[in-house]
């Protein structure tokens, strides 16, 4: 009924793990994960000034890829990835250690089956944390109604291309001082 989540995790003689996941007024919020070791706050709110945001990049065109890390390489640890395989792949290796990507950069038009949307939907499913993580479409769909489709589709924001290296600085940093202040307002 309040469109949320729970998942229960249970090991024989170690313990159960159960993680309840809601939506907060506005759609978004921050999410604590209990380890036994540790508490791992899935959010941007922790982290010193100088640590740089890992940014994650599916974009399936080589050229494409290579510009768009070397316009992100003084703003973000970058993680690349040419198709929905591959960036489930290295998500999953992530998640394994218990580490998650700050923002993701997709492509829209990806090689099949997947596609920027499927993919965004496959991994805000299958990893419960991404849901709260902002996803960013940079694609060639410029056209009157491109942009809000994507929207509606679940991602956060928006960049057409070419991608101009200014506005997607700032649109990153926008994001997650975005995340910030709504983990700041939900404490």
Known sequence: ???????????????????????????????????????????????????????????????????????????????LAEDGDESLRIIEEAYKKGEFFDVMLFDINLPAPWDGIKLMHEIKSKWKEYKYIPFIAQTAYAMKGDKERLLEAGFDNYLPKPVNKKELINMLFNQIESQKRINNESN
Do not use: C
């Not at 998942?7 to 993680?19: C, H, N, Q, Y």
């Not at 907060?24 to 706050?41: C, D, F, H, P, Q």
């Not at 740089?52 to 290579?66: A, G, H, P, S, T």
């Open 1 to 79: 009924l309040m469109k949320g989540d729970i998942d229960i995790e249970s090991s024989k003689g170690k313990g159960t793990l159960v993680k309840i996941y809601l939506q907060a007024v506005g759609g978004e919020t921050k999410v604590e994960i209990a380890e036994k070791e540790s508490k791992k706050l899935v959010s941007l709110d922790q982290r010193e000034d100088d640590e740089k945001i890992k940014i994650f990049i599916v974009e399936d065109d080589r050229m494409n890829r290579l510009v768009l890390k070397k316009m992100l390489d003084n703003v973000g640890i970058n993680s």
